[in-house]
């Protein structure tokens, strides 16, 4: 075939119907009323289930910041150094698996994110019936192990249902369910530890909070599509307009990996730009889940209205995640949307790092609502802009897993930069955030102009190419037809 098969107006895009021939292809026209009735589909029946799980999964791993103060550390007498590698665990076996994304290419997903889903939830609930340091350690070594591959898979997943211009969106609120999982985390802490008995509060949090998980993977196993190819809500004619619909044409077998791709995704440069920028965004990202009830709570607030001044911060965050997305699809220059909440988030712990005034108790909480509102985005939107500039599945994979193993490989940073006795101000661990917060600013304009110069240059040497072209990715990803999104 054609490398570039041109687009419609914009009423209409040109779709590929597959003959018998694996090469041989014909154009379909499917009108913009049957598109939007096909994601709208998407949105409702399966996007709504990988964003509950997307909540779960942030709610078991990080209710373990409600429960230090509830009081974890006094009663399994840990020290901060114990602390330490009780969080530091957890990222341990994460990074070590993050490899089994790769299994969303090969496995069935509704089989494959039940048995996950159950798991991590079964495992999460054991941490409310630990002992010791040793119990602890390993109850979050398993959840890092479950929860690798859903974490890193689950938006990979949604580049197998949408169009680039429509991912945004969809990313932004699978990535923003983190911070809506927070909000939900603190406030049903405050709840939580209200209740008075023999079974120690945090015990509470960690039994009642894994309970949802494990009920989920029923719904999983038998609502979860697979592919647009199986998914049981859409008509015959629909499951064909939805696989062929996407800008990017891969013709590679829906359960293989094709290793051209994964070399060149390995090999592009934008793959580890990208895994620099998460790294920097994730170190914040971990340091709020794991630290900010305690860093509240050293403002002078006690342990019930630490957990529940939290709730705020996140809830704005979530919203701003759906107006960066919200942007980003429609004007595009993602780049400067990264960059720009990025600063917001570096302004916040900037503040933090340097209101040194137990009294000026209101500019640092205003600080937790710059940080937080800066940074979730920023992480968001990073990860959008590098599935839209991925040709391929396989290639999509490949650069996700670079982005999920170097990017959390800054948890393990931010696990000892907050130890207790660099309350009340923790001025080293907001520093370092404020640092890398700057930085991806510089990365992600740098990015921008980067990728807007290469567009020009395939336009001069290839001609220039319809926004709602059509191009075949199988061999290598992105051919000189690909047009990056900026």
């Not at 990979?156 to 945004?168: N, T």
Request: charged share 15%.
């Amino acid at each position: 075939m054609t490398d570039i098969e041109q687009g419609k107006p914009q009423s209409q895009q040109v779709e590929f119907m597959e003959t018998s021939s694996k090469d041989d292809v014909q154009p379909v026209v499917v009108s913009a009323v049957d598109q939007k009735r096909i994601c709208r589909k998407f949105d409702k029946k399966m996007l709504s289930i990988v964003c509950l799980l997307y909540v779960l999964s942030y709610l078991d791993r990080g209710n373990v910041g409600n429960a230090k103060t509830a009081g974890i550390k006094d009663d399994l007498h840990l020290s901060d150094n114990d602390w330490t590698w009780v969080l530091q665990v957890f990222y341990i076996t994460y990074v070590c698996f993050e490899f089994t994304q790769l299994f969303w290419k090969i496995l069935p997903a509704h089989i494959y994110v039940s048995a996950l889903c159950f798991l991590w939830g079964f495992t999460a609930m054991m941490s409310g019936v630990v002992r010791n340091k040793a119990g602890l350690m390993t109850t979050r070594a398993f959840l890092g192990i479950f929860e690798a591959a859903f974490g890193a898979g689950a938006p990979f997943f949604l580049s197998l249902f949408y169009q680039r211009r429509e991912l945004g969106k969809r990313v932004a609120t699978l990535t923003g369910m983190s911070p809506l999982a927070n909000c939900f985390a603190s406030a049903l802490a405050y709840g939580i530890l209200h209740i008075k008995g023999s079974v120690a509060a945090w015990r509470l949090l960690f039994l009642i909070e894994g309970v949802p998980t494990v009920l989920c993977a029923v719904l999983v196993y038998f609502k979860l599509p697979d592919s647009p190819d199986t998914a049981f809500f859409l008509t015959d004619d629909e499951k064909l307009q939805a696989r062929q619909r996407l800008e990017t044409v891969d013709r590679t077998a829906k359960h293989k990996v094709n290793w051209k791709q994964v070399v060149a995704g390995l090999a592009d440069y934008q793959n580890w730009v990208h895994a620099t920028i998460h790294f920097c965004c994730n170190y914040s990202f971990a340091a709020l889940s794991n630290f900010l009830p305690t860093i509240v709570k050293d403002m002078g607030y006690s342990t019930l209205n630490a957990n529940g001044l939290t709730a705020p911060a996140y809830l704005l965050a979530f919203l701003c995640c759906m107006f960066a997305a919200w942007a980003s699809d429609r004007y595009g220059n993602r780049g400067w949307i990264v960059a720009g909440f990025a600063a917001m988030g570096m302004v916040g712990y900037l503040m933090l790092a340097t209101i040194q005034d137990e009294t000026k108790t209101g500019p640092r909480y205003a600080a937790i609502y710059l940080a937080t509102c800066g940074i979730f985005p920023a992480l968001s939107i990073n990860m959008t802009w590098l599935l839209n500039n991925q040709g391929g599945d396989s290639k999509r994979g490949a650069g996700l897993g670079i982005l999920a193993t170097l990017g959390q490989c800054s948890s393990f940073v931010s696990s000892a930069l907050f130890p207790s006795t660099d309350g009340p101000f923790y001025v080293r661990g907001c520093a370092v955030g404020c640092a890398f917060s700057g930085l991806i600013v510089v990365l992600a304009i740098g990015l921008h102009f980067k990728l807007e110069h290469e567009n020009r240059r395939r336009d001069r040497e290839h001609g220039a190419v319809e926004a709602d072209a059509h191009v075949d990715v199988t061999h290598g990803g992105d051919s000189s037809g690909f047009r990056y999104l900026t």
